[in-house]
């Protein structure tokens, strides 16, 4: 196994010491430019809040424009939101669903995401259809799987670009292109996909949701939602506020009096990266050192086991890795917390544990704090302990 290039100095970034953090895919570092960047904000916010607030739309549309230039889209096409949970609601929430609509996703979405689907099905009487994906799918049998589920009553496909549990990607181009063929609405939920991939906004007419920190390393709640095409004037904030004169993306601009300097921060974190590093350099990095990590911790669970822990992911992406957990661990959604939390509070290491179709992973990411080391103490202080863990059981 090739050992990758030494990593990037993590004085640019603020993280305990103490722990080792392999879960940039859920909750990352911001670069420090970027946390004092935010602090100066919210301090001229606390120096005069109602200055700030009657101008701070204005504020809001200038980061929109920052965040759409990183993004590669129309900053008419866009507007901030939280996070993709939030984009996704607004898309529900703004769409007219007839009695009986059906809305198709696929079995690796987002609960979050799924459950949102479900409460819309309830309310207009119809249902959630679910495309049963294999881990191991390519793209044309994804693309396939999806639209055997699309019918007469279907109003929205919903798919993920990045899995979440998974730690894979779909091909959002090629069912794109067949759901307008079909004339079926599509939204992307891209939530892991800014900053992975360089122009992570596929071009269609449909809707796109993509936080902005995570890989992207923005401050927290910070998120994009796209839309185009004849349905995006429709799109409304999921609060009422002063923005209701305006259309999709003027009407999300107006915010109240939420705090949202994280989303004026945003454009310090890309310049940061870019500047320091360069997002290819992290993207070619994290790939090399998820290689190494899935390759070291994979050998150390088979040493042990005497069983193949790795994960065909089917379309796998370069800073996340799937690896299969000793059998019996985090076989039900609500386990997989247990069994973090014992990795964090026991082992101090910070990391992902999935579950899916009745199996326990790890769920392995990269960042560009992250170095070889870090795999290789997860290999030798938790492999053991999570071998160990699982014979109790």
């Known amino acids: 196994m090739t050992t990758p290039d030494g990593a990037p100095s993590r004085s640019d970034w603020t993280l305990t010491a103490s722990k080792i953090h392999l879960n940039h895919g859920s909750y990352g570092s911001v670069p420090r430019a970027a946390q004092e960047f935010q602090l100066e904000l919210k301090a001229r916010m606390d120096a005069n809040p109602c200055t700030w607030f009657m101008g701070q739309y204005k504020a809001v549309a200038a980061a929109r424009t920052d965040v759409a230039s990183f993004l590669k889209v129309d900053a008419g096409d866009m507007a901030l939101v939280l996070n993709a949970s939030a984009g996704v609601t607004a898309v529900y929430n703004s769409l007219d669903f007839d009695r009986g609509a059906e809305i198709v996703m696929t079995n690796h979405a987002y609960g979050a995401v799924l459950h949102g689907a479900y409460r819309v099905a309830r309310k207009c009487g119809g249902s959630v ?4 994906i294999p881990l191991d799918a390519d793209a044309e049998t994804a693309t396939a799987l999806v639209m055997a589920e699309v019918g007469d009553k279907t109003a929205l496909i919903v798919l993920d670009q990045i899995t979440s549990a998974t730690a894979r990607a779909f091909p959002v181009e090629a069912v794109a292109k067949a759901a307008k063929d079909a004339g079926v609405p599509l939204l992307v939920d891209g939530a892991h996909a800014p900053g992975v991939l360089e122009a992570p906004v596929p071009a269609f007419d449909g809707y796109w949701v993509g936080n902005l920190h995570k890989f992207a390393c923005a401050p927290r709640g ?11 004037e429709g799109l409304a904030p999921l609060i009422d506020s002063w923005g209701f004169p305006y259309s999709f993306p ?12 994280s989303w004026m921060a945003a454009g310090s974190s890309f310049t940061t990266i870019e500047e320091r590093y360069g997002w290819q350099t992290f993207r070619s990095y994290a790939k090399a050192l998820c290689d190494y990590g899935e390759a070291i911790i994979g050998s ?5 086991t005497g069983e193949n822990h790795t994960v065909d992911a089917g379309m ?13 661990l985090a076989t039900m959604h609500e386990d997989s917390h247990t069994v973090r939390a014992f990795i964090s509070d026991q082992l101090d290491i910070e990391t992902a544990v999935t579950t899916f179709n009745g199996e326990g992973f790890l769920r392995l990411s990269a960042h560009l704090y992250n170095s070889p080391q870090d795999y290789e103490i997860f290999a030798e202080r938790a492999v053991p302990e999570l071998v160990r863990l699982a014979t109790y059981l």
Not at 222 to 232: E, F, I, Y
Not at 250 to 261: I, R
Not at 316 to 328: A, K, Q, S, T
């Open 300 to 304: 150390a669970f088979a040493d042990l």
């Open 250 to 261: 003027e009407s999300f601009d107006h915010v109240g009096t939420q705090d949202v300097t």
């Open 129 to 132: 259809r679910i495309a049963e």
């Open 316 to 328: 796998p992406v370069g800073p996340l890795r799937l690896l299969r957990l000793p059998r019996g």
């Open 222 to 232: 910070t998120a994009a939602l796209v839309a185009r095409g004849d349905r995006a």
